[in-house]
Antibody
């Protein structure tokens, strides 16, 4: 069974960068799926942030395009989120998930990590 | 971006009743419409994909229908464990988008 787990700091200062890791077990990230980051804001709004595909190509939400980078380490079966110049509006629970290449559905999710942006 | 409008925002339910939740898209998403359940302090769980395709391990009381712009998630015999937030999501065109959610609460 595919399992994903996020890790990273729970508190980031404004203007700094947010960096998270998603560790995948039960599946090799170069075999399939688009490996995605999604966040849920206080108040329940969900936002897809972007993905890195199994082949290594990336796609980002245009709302974040200038601030976001998703990379991977295939040797560790991990992928990463970096979000630059954060503000308090980036406070959210961040999830990594596997996105079906054809369906666009998020089939497997990590447990989520809450990140607060505050000085 | 495709806007997904879910209604109602909140639904008060009685165990055992059949309910329907609506998701309307601002443009056609064909059947690339997926439903998720999120319980408090848990991550979302995929319930239905491609509008009506059931997912292994999901109780049969959950079903989906629709295509194009109008979609419905039905629960045939609500149980207490179903009290959650339900989201629709479209994967037809990037950026992927989610509806604002429908919260099921106990009447």
């Amino acid at each position: 069974e595919i399992q994903l787990q996020e890790s990273g700091p729970g508190l980031v200062k404004p203007s700094q960068s947010l960096s998270l890791t998603c560790s995948v077990t039960g599946y090799t990230i170069t075999s399939g799926y688009d490996w995605s980051w999604i966040r849920k804001f206080p108040g329940n709004k969900m936002e897809w942030m972007g993905y890195i595909s199994y082949s290594g190509s990336t796609n980002y939400n245009p709302s974040l395009k200038s601030r976001i980078s998703i990379t991977r380490d295939t040797s560790k079966n991990q992928f990463f989120l970096q979000l630059n110049s954060v503000t308090t509006e980036d406070t959210a629970t961040y999830y990594c998930a596997s996105r079906g290449y054809y369906s666009g559905s998020f089939d497997y999710w990590g447990q989520g990590v809450m990140v607060t942006v505050s000085s | 971006d495709v806007v997904l409008t879910q209604s109602p925002a909140t639904l008060s339910v009685t165990p055992g009743e059949r309910i329907s939740l609506s998701c309307r898209a601002s443009e056609s998403v064909d059947t690339y419409l997926h439903w998720y359940q999120q319980k408090p302090n848990e991550s979302p769980r995929l319930l239905i994909k491609y509008a009506s395709q059931s997912i292994s391990g999901i109780p049969s009381r959950f079903s989906g229908s629709g295509s194009g712009t109008d979609f419905t998630l039905s629960i045939n015999g609500v149980e207490l464990e179903d009290l959650s937030i339900y989201y629709c999501q479209q994967g037809n065109s990037l950026p992927d988008t989610f509806g604002a959610g429908t919260k099921l609460e106990l009447k």
